[in-house]
C-alpha cells in the first residue's frame, strides 16, 4: 500500500498517465516485499534464511528483466550504427555530376534506417527510464545524428536541428506514451562525429574541383565548432566530449589549410591570367611604393 | 641576385612566424625586393605572388578564421544552440543542487560510521546505536529534500542518479549492519525504504544500490568478529558465519553482469572466507562450543566435523579445504601434545 500511494504521489506532476522512471524496480520487488519483511523480525534464523531467498528471487528477476532489456537495447545501438555508417559512405560516394542521385539513396537508407532500427530501440526505451541505459544506445543514437546532419547538410546546406530529428521519430512512438526523444548530450556527440565526415566531404570537394563547396563546408564546420566550445563544458559527462573537441579541432584545422592551399594557387592563377605586373603591390600602401 | 632573394624571402617569412605582427624593418625590405623584382617578369614573379599571398596569412590559421567568421553565421544555428546551452545550464544548476543535498547526505553519514565504529571498541551496543540512529532521522530529512529537487526531472531519474548512488549504498550498507546487530537478520529493501523515509517522499531505492550496500555490510564482518572475540565474546564468530553464510548463497542466485556489483559480489567470498577462519580458530580451541550452549540453551555443540559440513556447504570445494586445515592442526595438536 505505502507503494501504492508512493506512486500515486509520484504521480502528482502534470504527466500522470505516463510510467515513471523508478516504476520499473518498484514493480520488481517492493510491494512483494513488505509482507516478507516483516515476517522477517519474529521469526527465528532458519526461517529468515529462506525470507532471504524469497527476496534474493525477487531481484533475481528484476535483474534478469532489466540485464535482457539492456542486451536487447545494446543489439539496436549496433545495428543503428552500422546502418547509419552505411548512408555515410553512401554520401561520400558523391561527386559533382551524380550528386542528387546519390544524396536520393542515401536519404532512402536513412528512412530505413529509421524504421527498421531506430524503430525497435524507441519500443524498447519507452515506457522506462531511458537515462538508465543511455549508455547502452547512445553510440548508435550518435552515429544517426551524424548520418541525418550529414545528409541534411549536403542536401540544403544546414544543421538538422534536434527537434527536426525529433519530429522524424514521433511517428515510431505509441501515441499513449511520452514520446522518446533523443537527448541533447547525445546530438551533441553526434555533432562533434559529424566534423570529422565533413572534413573528409571538404577534402573530396577539393579533388574534384568544388572549391566553393568546400569553402561553404569550412564555414560550416567552423561555426559549429566554435558553437561547441561554448557547450561542451556543460555537458553531464564532458569526457567524452573534450577527446571528440580535440579531434574536431584537428578536422577544422585540415579543412582551413586545405582551403588555404587552395586560396594561394587559386591567386596564382589569377594573376597569372592578368597580365599586370604590378597587380601583386596591391596589398601594400601607396606611400611605400 | 637569385640566392639574396631567396634568403630574402627566407628571413621575412621566418621573422614573421615568430612575430606575427611584422615588424617595420620587414616592411621597408618589401618595396626594395619588389623593386628589383620587377624588371624580370615571369620566373621570380611566381615567388613574388606566393609572397604577396602569404603575407595575409603571415599566422594563417588565425588570420584565415578571422576572415571566415565575417560570413554572419546563419540566425538559426545561433538560436539553436543558444536554446541548447540554456537548456544544459539549468541541468547542471539542477545537478549542482543535488550534489550540495548529497553533500550533505555524505557528513551526515559519516558521522554515522564513525559512531557505529565504536563497536569494533565493544561499547554496549544500545549505546552505540542510539548515537548511530540519531542521524537516521537527519538522512529522512535530506532524503525527503532530494526528491523534492528531483521531483521537478522525474523523466530524468537516472540522468542524476550517479551523483547520490555511491552515497545512498553507504547509507544502506550503515543501516543494514544496525539492523543487524539489533536483530541478527538482514534489512530488507522494502525496510530500508521505510526507515529512510523513502515511500513518503516518493522516492526509490534501486536495487542495485541496495545490493551493493549489502556487499559492504559484507566487508565490514570480518573486522567485527574478530573485535567481538577480541573483548571475549566467542559466540559472534557461528552467528555472522551463518548470516554471511546465508547472504552469501542468497546472492549467488543474482545473475549478474560484469559490473561494479559483480565486483563487489566477487570480494564477498573472502569476508566469508575471513569469518570462516576465525569460527575454526574458536571451535578447535573449544572456545566457541561452550558459549554456545551457555547462549542457547537448545542447541547441541556439534562435533567440529559435522559442524564443518552444515557451515560449508557452500561448496564441496571449500569444504574439502577446511576439512584439510582441521586435520592438519588436529595432527600439529597430536604432535604437540606427545611432546
Known amino acids: 500500500m505505502l507503494t501504492a500511494s508512493a506512486l500515486r504521489r509520484i504521480s502528482v506532476s502534470p504527466m500522470a498517465s505516463k510510467p515513471k522512471p523508478h516504476r520499473l524496480h518498484q514493480l520488481a520487488g517492493t510491494t512483494a516485499l513488505h509482507s516478507s519483511a516483516k515476517r522477517a523480525r519474529t521469526m527465528s534464523t532458519e526461517s529468515s534464511s529462506t525470507t532471504m531467498k524469497d527476496a534474493f528471487a525477487k531481484y533475481a528477476d528484476y535483474l534478469n528483466h532489466f540485464n535482457e532489456k539492456r542486451e536487447r537495447v545494446i543489439k539496436a545501438s549496433r545495428d543503428i550504427t552500422i546502418n547509419s555508417k552505411k548512408v555515410i559512405f553512401q554520401v561520400h560516394r558523391m561527386s559533382r555530376l551524380n550528386k542528387e542521385e546519390v544524396l536520393k539513396k542515401a536519404e532512402k537508407d536513412l528512412a530505413a534506417v529509421i524504421n527498421q532500427y531506430i524503430s525497435r530501440l524507441v519500443k524498447e526505451l519507452q515506457g522506462t527510464d531511458h537515462w538508465k541505459l543511455r549508455r547502452a544506445y547512445s553510440p548508435g543514437v550518435q552515429e544517426y545524428i551524424e548520418a541525418a546532419t550529414f545528409c541534411k547538410f549536403c542536401r540544403t546546406g544546414t544543421l538538422l536541428n534536434l527537434e527536426e530529428i525529433n519530429a522524424t521519430l514521433l511517428p515510431l512512438s505509441d501515441p499513449s506514451l511520452e514520446p522518446l526523444k533523443i537527448n541533447v548530450l547525445d546530438y551533441l556527440l553526434g555533432l562533434a562525429d559529424l566534423t570529422g565526415e565533413l572534413m573528409r566531404l571538404a577534402i573530396g570537394r577539393i579533388s574534384d574541383g568544388e572549391f566553393e563547396y568546400a569553402e561553404k563546408i569550412c564555414r560550416f564546420v567552423r561555426d559549429i565548432y566554435r558553437e561547441l566550445t561554448l557547450l561542451f563544458p556543460l555537458m553531464d559527462d564532458n569526457s567524452d566530449m573534450k577527446t571528440k573537441m580535440d579531434t574536431m579541432l584537428e578536422s577544422v584545422v585540415k579543412i582551413e589549410n586545405a582551403c588555404f592551399r587552395v586560396h594561394v594557387r587559386g591567386s596564382e592563377y589569377t594573376l597569372l591570367g592578368s597580365s599586370d605586373p604590378s597587380s601583386f603591390l596591391l596589398g601594400l600602401p601607396d606611400s611605400e611604393l | 641576385m637569385k640566392a639574396a632573394f631567396r634568403n630574402a624571402v627566407s628571413f621575412i617569412t621566418h621573422s614573421r612566424s615568430i612575430n606575427p605582427n611584422p615588424p617595420p624593418v620587414v616592411v621597408s625590405l618589401l618595396p626594395l625586393i619588389s623593386i628589383a623584382a620587377v624588371p624580370s617578369p615571369s620566373p621570380s614573379l611566381l615567388r613574388h605572388t606566393r609572397l604577396e599571398t602569404l603575407r595575409p596569412f603571415s599566422s594563417p590559421l588565425r588570420r584565415y578564421s578571422m576572415a571566415g567568421s565575417e ?55 544500545p549505546e552505540v546505536l542510539e548515537k548511530a540512529k540519531v542521524q537516521i532521522d537527519a538522512l529522512k530529512g535530506l532524503y525527503s529534500r532530494l526528491a523534492e529537487v528531483i521531483r521537478e526531472c522525474t523523466e530524468e531519474y537516472y540522468r542524476y542518479h550517479g551523483d547520490w548512488r ?54 565490514e564482518m570480518p573486522r567485527y568478529v574478530v573485535n567481538r572475540v577480541l573483548a571475549g565474546d566467542y559466540d559472534c564468530p557461528r552467528k555472522v558465519l551463518n548470516f554471511l553464510t546465508d547472504l552469501n548463497a542468497a546472492f549467488r542466485m543474482l545473475n549478474l553482469r560484469n559490473d561494479f556489483l559483480r565486483k563487489k559480489f566477487d570480494s564477498m567470498k573472502y569476508d566469508l572466507k575471513r569469518v570462516e577462519e576465525v569460527y575454526y580458530d574458536m571451535k578447535i580451541r573449544r572456545l566457541a562450543s561452550e558459549d554456545s550452549t551457555e547462549n542457547h540453551g537448545t542447541e547441541e555443540v556439534p562435533a567440529v566435523e559435522n559442524k564443518l559440513f552444515s557451515v560449508s556447504n557452500i561448496n564441496l570445494q571449500n569444504f574439502s579445504r577446511l576439512l584439510t586445515h582441521t586435520l592438519s592442526v588436529r595432527f600439529c595438536v597430536g604432535v604437540d601434545r606427545r611432546i
Open chain 2, 166 to 219: 555511491s552515497a545512498t549504498q553507504t547509507v544502506v550498507s550503515l543501516l543494514s549492519f544496525m539492523h543487524w546487530l539489533e536483530t541478527g537478520s538482514l534489512l530488507m529493501h522494502a525496510e530500508a525504504e521505510e526507515k529512510l523515509g523513502f515511500n513518503s517522499a516518493g522516492f526509490a531505492l534501486d536495487i542495485e544500490d541496495y545490493l551493493t550496500g549489502l556487499c559492504f555490510l559484507s566487508n
Open chain 2, 71 to 125: 560570413a554572419p553565421a546563419s540566425a538559426s544555428l545561433d538560436k539553436q544552440f543558444e536554446d541548447i546551452r540554456v537548456q544544459l545550464e539549468e541541468s547542471g544548476s539542477l545537478r549542482e543542487r543535488i550534489r550540495a543535498i548529497v553533500m550533505e547526505i555524505d557528513s551526515s553519514t559519516r558521522i554515522m560510521h564513525s559512531s557505529l565504529l565504536l563497536v569494533h571498541q565493544s561499547r554496549p551496543l
